[in-house]
């Protein structure tokens, strides 16, 4: 594990180095990404503008929200975030260049390309969450599970990149597919999911866990019932659900990798 | 150092009705022992490079079973990674976008190379393959072979027991590959490496193996010195055509199943 944090710095201080000798499309890209994400925001204000309350939460609880799942995409994403670059690497063969070194493969995909640009969407999070945080004035009593809270989206969101990893290798030309899962559940999570039917909520709550990224710790960090009448252990349970889905991604990774079939030149 | 027993590997290829399954290599067998220079020879399609990329843990056997240095290459394959270099003459294993001498530092790293040791090692490397003019520029921009010569530093910096070359001279000019020819050589009688490589230079396993397997449709044809492969075919007078007339003979198509 110490061995894994060493070398993920480590490559993604080599990528660093080596991105800075052209700092000017990193500058802008990180700068577009922020703003474009920016964008969000301005979205939940015109919301806002025409309706007092959004399925029932107001504008600081939804930014409260958009800010918690945005985090934790967005370091997720940062961190794991590169399943269709995976792809690539499958179908060029330069997959083959990564098992030949003595450290992990999962290591090495994930941190491949590391850039300052990953970082534009975790800032516009901050600052979105920070703003949240400052008009609702949680009790410290409720605002303690807002870093857990965080960590579990990480792992949650990371597993879904992971599990959309493990699907690339059989599935090599349809990167598309992992997409819509991370990227997909990135949205869903922006919004109170009682925006949603109840169907979907259900769907996300117990089958892909999305839900427990932000949604039930929220109505407990928000001091809410919960409009769909799930039973309130649910709130306290996303570590439990992030670790039964980081495990299945590990599975599904593994078992990927042994299938994995390089190619014929 | 190497065991190959009964090793077998088949790709389906094709969608839904074109499917079908190619054998790339069945029933494999042969060891290697400490200190050898084997060279595999074989036509095109042969299954040299999955036999490679098996030894190496990139491709799990679908049948068999192989040792390399002690280990399953599948199951143990980054702890085998420490004790095996790899080159793939046809495709680099450096980062693209990293400047050579980065993606040596970055392999130090990975490796755990002792500083001192990586510094002697790189200097001597460096002098013998002539890598100066470039250690600064990204591997995309190398031709080949200059990047050749990049890999084949790279897989030598942690000074591993086995060296397993596919086509490694390809692409090298003259005097490179005599110098790689020189540098290979020395390395086996030095240092006791192990060393298997893939060719279809007939040049390279003259100067260089003692001993020649001959890969045909994914099973050994032949496994002996060159001389025993020249007496074969005792009427042909160069390697090449006694290699020509034993892949020409063997080239039966073998049948999809
Ligand atoms: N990833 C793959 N998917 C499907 N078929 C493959 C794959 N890799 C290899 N093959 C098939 O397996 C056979 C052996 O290929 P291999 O690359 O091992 O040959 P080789 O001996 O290295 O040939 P060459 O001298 O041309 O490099 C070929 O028929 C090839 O089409
Ligand atoms: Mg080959």
């Known amino acids: 594990m110490a061995g894994t944090v060493r070398t993920y710095l480590l490559l993604a201080w080599t990528w660093l180095r080596a991105s800075a000798q052209y700092p000017g499309p990193l500058i802008t890209m990180t700068i577009g990404s922020f703003a474009v994400h920016a964008l969000d925001v301005v979205a939940i204000w015109v919301i806002f503008e025409h309706t007092r309350s959004l399925a029932g939460f107001g504008p600081a609880e939804v930014m409260f929200l958009y800010g918690t799942a945005g985090l934790s995409f967005a370091l997720g994403d940062m961190l794991f975030g590169n399943a269709d670059r995976l792809s690539h690497h499958i179908r060029t063969g330069g997959f083959d260049a990564m098992l030949i070194r003595p450290v992990g493969v999962f290591v090495q995909t994930a941190v491949d390309r590391f850039g300052v640009q990953r970082l534009g969407r975790v800032l516009q999070a901050v600052v979105v969450l920070s703003i949240a945080l400052s008009r609702l004035d949680l009790p410290w009593s409720r605002a303690w599970i807002i870093p857990p809270m965080i960590l579990c989206g990480v792992v949650i969101f990371a597993s879904i990149f992971t599990l959309g990893g493990a699907l690339q290798f059989l599935l090599t030309d349809a990167p598309e597919v992992a997409n819509a899962f991370t990227y997909g559940g990135s949205a869903l999570t922006q919004y109170p999911l009682s925006v949603y039917g109840e169907e979907l909520v259900r769907g996300v709550t117990f089958v892909i866990p999305l839900a427990f990224v932000n949604w039930q710790p929220a109505l407990f960090a928000l001091d809410r019932q919960d409009p769909f009448g799930l039973p309130s252990w649910l709130r306290f349970a996303s570590p439990l659900a992030a670790a039964v889905l980081a495990g299945a991604a590990a599975l599904a990774w593994r078992a990927g990798v042994r299938r994995y079939r390089s190619t014929g030149s | ?257």
């Not at chain 2, 029933?27 to 074989?42: K, Q």
């Not at chain 2, 044809?221 to 074969?232: E, P, V």
């Open chain 2, 1 to 257: 150092m190497i065991e190959v027993d009964g090793v077998g590997r088949s790709f389906t290829v094709g969608r839904r009705r074109a499917r079908r399954t190619v054998h790339a290599v069945r029933d494999l067998s042969f060891t290697i022992e400490a200190g050898e220079f084997v060279g595999c020879l074989g036509p095109n399609g042969a299954g040299k490079s999955t036999t490679i990329k098996m030894l190496t843990g990139i491709l799990a056997p679908t049948s068999g079973r192989l040792r390399v240095a002690g280990f399953d290459p599948t199951r143990r394959r980054t702890a085998l990674a420490r004790r095996i270099g790899v080159v793939f003459g046809q495709r680099t294993t450096l980062w693209w976008d990293l400047p050579l001498r980065d993606s040596f530092q970055l392999i130090r790293h990975l490796y755990n190379v002792d500083q001192k040791v990586f510094r002697a090692r790189l200097g001597a490397l460096t002098d013998l393959l002539g890598l100066d003019e470039f250690m600064g520029t990204p591997v995309r921009q190398l031709s080949l072979g200059q990047r050749v010569r990049g890999d084949i530093t790279a897989a030598l910096l942690h000074d591993p027991a086995v060296l397993v070359l596919d086509e490694p001279t390809i692409g090298l000019d003259v005097v490179s590959k005599v110098a790689l020819r020189d540098f290979l050589r020395a390395l086996n009688a030095e240092r006791g490496t192990t060393v298997l490589l893939t060719t279809h230079d007939l040049g390279d396993v003259e100067k260089l193996c003692r001993r020649v397997m001959l890969i045909d449709h994914g099973s050994l044809a032949f496994d002996g010195t060159l001389d025993d492969l020249r007496a074969t075919v005792p009427d042909e007078r160069s390697i090449e055509d006694v290699v020509a007339r034993l892949y020409t003979e063997g080239a039966a198509p073998s049948p999809p199943s």
